[in-house]
């Protein structure tokens, strides 16, 4: 089905299943532990052996010799291959480190030596015998020390069609030395880590050439097609299993070292092997979120216009990596006829950056929205009208393309009467509640929506019962949930008939779970196969192929009216379609938009911050499943509190690696640190997206979070911290006098 206009009325919009608080149908399974993930598959293969990395412990430089004697004649043992055994790896699609081969040491903890042994114990302590000689060479760990040396990036493509990386719009410098208001400063955001709960593991099984990988991958249509490349074998060689995963938060969207290590650790012991990440090597050997330092000026007039606006971000990479993209948000969230908006990038050798939730607008807007709530102190206006003043319905900078729909003045409006928002303490610093300092704080946030193509299979079977296969993975989001919502929607039956099977790369390519664009695209996909399906329901009555009624599990067409489960009785009915989207969208922005509204208490005595109420509001289209898309954003939330105020990595500057590499060190924030969550969502179907007019909603939920946070936490405390995250240190000195 090609998706060439705007969507009309149709049978999604009757919201009978779609749109409804259906409770997660994978929920039993994963409950019960009968939900599988990747290390956990060892009962579908005989004498499966175990591997275990040797990485390494240096940051850069070559590696001379690896000793394997001792390991070898180790318990247990069956095969050692190292990485001179082999040439680099292709470079994964997106990646800039190479994940095994060669001599060259790119980064702390990459992957040396993989050993494979009987039993778990066996492979790690036989990988603590090998002994590695290194050339080390000196590195660049520092992007303080980098910045004058980070190249512009001008014509690398990130994220969407158009998305350039340097955007000129009339004359900032002009506008900015004679605005009547200006604001002018820099913030910094740290190095984060996905710190998802599922390791990277797999589970790899060679049968002579083929290949069958159990893994945890977000996006099995990449992998199908980087797996077979990593690994030099034709791609119909090599199947995918990936049905569970457990978070990946963009760590799992490319090839890491666990799935090809698996695979080759597999062919050198020839038998089946599975390898899981520890901990403790997840934070060097995967990729993490660069950090970031960026540079806002605003200028505005009296009336609280903005006239100008400045955003550069220089963030840290491999050679060869990308920039995170934090200037995303700056390019389309207010209106400002003066614009100038880079970014830079500086060469590190610290551990690969990558896509991390909501890559570029979640670092963006903890900087661009504390500007903002800089500018509305500095103009004495309320940060809520500040922001409604400078909406704007089209992108600024090609001002012919409207938002397809943006309600972002109505998120705003929304959530400031829902929290109560004109109660709050103008006077920062001012509001005591006992021992605690009280604040409240908003921001904005807008995330893309993007289209890709995706395919799906729905089958009628002869019990009446519908099955849905596509490659589409779940990584805890609820796509099982939406696919089997539509599928019923489409075919008039209860949710219960529904069967969905996912994370198969034998099954139609589907958009996967990345970038919040899995739900719209692969919901899409089922829509368009649903639609095939219908007409071979209506085929196989020998029934006009319009005006027939799909509802209450019967087929019903100009007065005759039949069991749906009748049709297949002969056999079942199988319909498979690719959802594709022609260009015109391209004419309009779609975007996603949120305000996030915070009550933060700090500790007048020892500066520590709770967050005691969020409420977000978000615009996002049709909200396919309110509970589901509820949990996305609550989840997104909690992680827009550990980005404001607990996640970093620490690097260590003289040896180049993350010294905080596990979940003691890298603290997170969980649901039970925030007393109240809030969702609100608004209702307007985009029909620029697709069939199902739905946008992406799991990263919005996160862009503007952190500085929601960082505004309260300035509110209770007078004291305006521009350095994330913000430990207590950063504001003890300052906070008012007892
Ligand atoms: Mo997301 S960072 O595209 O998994």
């Known amino acids: 089905m090609r998706f060439d206009s705007p969507a009309d009325d149709n049978v999604i919009d009757r919201q009978r299943v779609v749109g409804q608080a259906v409770t997660r149908i994978d929920g039993p399974v994963k409950v019960t532990g009968q939900a599988r993930y990747a290390a956990e598959w060892t009962d579908q293969l005989d004498n499966v052996a175990h591997g275990y990395l040797h990485c390494a412990t240096i940051a850069c430089g070559t590696v001379n010799r690896v000793d394997t004697t001792a390991a070898q004649n180790a318990p247990g043992v069956l095969a050692v291959v190292t990485t001179l055994d082999h040439d680099p790896l292709p470079l994964a699609r997106e ?31 036989a990988a603590s015998l090998i002994e590695v000689d290194y050339s080390a060479d000196d590195g660049r760990f520092e992007l303080a020390d980098e910045l004058d040396g980070a190249k512009a990036i001008a014509d690398v493509v990130v994220e969407g069609p158009d998305a350039h990386e340097l955007h000129l719009v009339g004359d900032f410098w002009a506008a900015f030395t004679e605005a009547a208001v200006s604001t002018d400063a820099v913030y910094t955001t740290p190095y984060q880590s996905h710190a998802m ?93 660069s950090a970031t330092v960026q540079r806002i000026r605003l200028g505005a007039d009296l009336n609280g216009q903005l006239t100008a606006i400045h955003h550069s971000s220089t963030s840290g990479n491999l050679p060869g990596g990308k920039p995170e ?15 100038e908006i880079y970014m830079r990038l500086a060469e590190l050798d610290l551990p690969e950056a990558n896509a991390m939730r909501a890559p570029g607008e979640a670092p963006g807007l903890m900087a661009l929205e504390i500007a903002m709530d800089e500018m509305a102190e500095r103009l004495e206006m309320d940060p809520v009208q500040f922001r409604i003043v400078n909406d704007t319905q089209v992108d600024p900078h090609e001002p012919g393309r409207q938002f397809s729909e943006r309600h972002l003045v109505e998120c705003l409006q929304t959530g400031a009467e829902a929290f109560g928002w004109s109660a709050r303490n103008l006077n920062p610093g001012s509001l005591r509640d006992g021992k605690w300092l009280i604040g409240h704080g908003m921001a904005a946030g807008i995330r893309n929506n993007v289209q890709l193509p995706a395919a799906a299979r729905v089958r009628l079977n002869p019990d009446g019962r519908v099955v849905v296969e596509t490659d589409m993975t779940d990584i805890g989001t609820g796509s099982y949930t939406i696919l089997a919502q539509t599928a019923a929607e489409m075919l008039g039956v209860d949710i219960d008939q529904v069967e969905v099977s996912l994370g198969d790369s034998s099954f139609p390519t589907s958009a ?16 368009a196969a649903s639609m095939k399906l219908r007409q071979a329901v209506l085929a196989s009555l020998d029934w006009p192929a319009d005006g027939a009624d799909f509802s209450h599990g019967h087929v019903t067409s100009r007065g005759r009216s039949v069991p749906l489960n009748d049709c297949a009785r002969q056999g079942p009915l199988i319909a498979e379609d690719l959802i594709e989207y022609g260009d015109f969208h391209k004419r309009f922005q779609q975007s996603t938009f949120v305000a996030h509204f915070i009550e933060a208490a700090v500790d007048a005595y020892t500066g520590e911050i709770r967050v005691r109420r969020m409420l977000a509001v978000c615009e996002a289209g049709r909200i396919l499943n309110p509970i589901t898309a509820r949990s996305q954003v609550i989840g997104a939330m909690t992680m827009g509190a550990g980005a404001a105020l607990v996640e970093e990595l620490a690097v260590d500057p003289h040896r180049g690696f993350f010294v905080n590499h596990d ?30 007019k739905a946008k992406g909603i799991g990263e919005l939920g996160l862009c503007g979070v952190a500085p929601a946070i960082a505004n309260a936490v300035y509110n209770a405390t007078g004291v305006r911290v521009r350095d994330y995250p913000i430990t207590l240190e950063k504001h003890l000195g300052q906070l008012p006098a007892i």
């Open 512 to 527: 996967g779970s990345g970038g919040q664009w899995g739900a719209n695209n692969a919901t899409a996909a089922v829509y």
């Open 95 to 125: 990646s800039a480190a190479h994940l095994f081969g060669g001599n060259r040491i790119a980064h702390y903890h990459q992957a040396v030596a993989v050993v494979v042994a009987q039993s778990f114990e066996q492979a790690r302590a």
């Open 325 to 339: 993209s934090a200037i995303l948000q700056t390019k389309l969230l207010y209106a400002a006829p003066n614009r």
């Open 663 to 692: 979940l003691a060190g890298y603290e997170v924030a969980v649901h039970a640190d925030i007393t109240e969550q809030e969702v609100i969502f608004l209702d307007h179907p985009d029909a620029f997206s697709s069939p199902m």
């Open 197 to 289: 709960i599922e390791p990277h593991a797999t589970i790899a099984s060679w049968d002579a050439d083929q290949l069958t990988v159990w893994t945890s991958n977000q996006m099995l249509n990449w992998a199908k097609e980087d797996l077979p490349r990593a690994l030099s074998v034709p791609a119909e060689n090599v199947r995918i299993h990936s049905p569970f995963i457990g978070g990946g938060f963009g760590s799992k969207l490319f090839l890491r070292s666990d799935v090809v290590l698996a695979a080759l650790a597999a062919k050198a012991a020839q038998c089946p092997v599975r390898l899981a990440l520890p901990r403790p090597l997840i934070f060097n050997n995967t990729v993490n979120r």
